[in-house]
């Protein structure tokens, strides 16, 4: 089962993008995995890992340059190559 996603650019010749349903769930396993992480690390571990993790993401400074700074960098660039956003905003 997919979800299929349509835009108005989209002709409605074109075949259009379908995204899995699995791989939605797949992005989302993320969270019981997390949680069975903590519960390890606070039942096993004595809390081993939590205190190995910095507090804030810019409290580590590696963290910061290969996860933060990626992120907004691609945000910006899609949103500037996209050519319906820019035209809806330069509309309003």
Do not use: C
């Not at 992005?27 to 993790?53: K, M, N, Q, T």
């Not at 804030?56 to 945000?75: C, K, N, Y």
């Amino acid at each position: 089962m997919a979800t299929v996603i349509l835009t108005k650019s989209q002709p409605d010749t074109a075949r259009p993008m379908a995204v899995s349903f699995r791989f939605l769930l797949s992005l989302y396993a993320i969270v019981p995995l997390s949680l069975a992480l903590v519960w390890l690390d606070s039942a096993g571990f004595d809390h081993a890992l939590r205190e190995a993790l910095p507090t804030s993401p810019s409290h580590f400074l590696l963290f910061q340059v290969l996860f933060g700074t990626p992120h907004i960098v691609a945000s910006n660039l899609l949103l500037a190559s996209h050519s319906d956003y820019l035209a809806a905003t330069k509309a309003s």
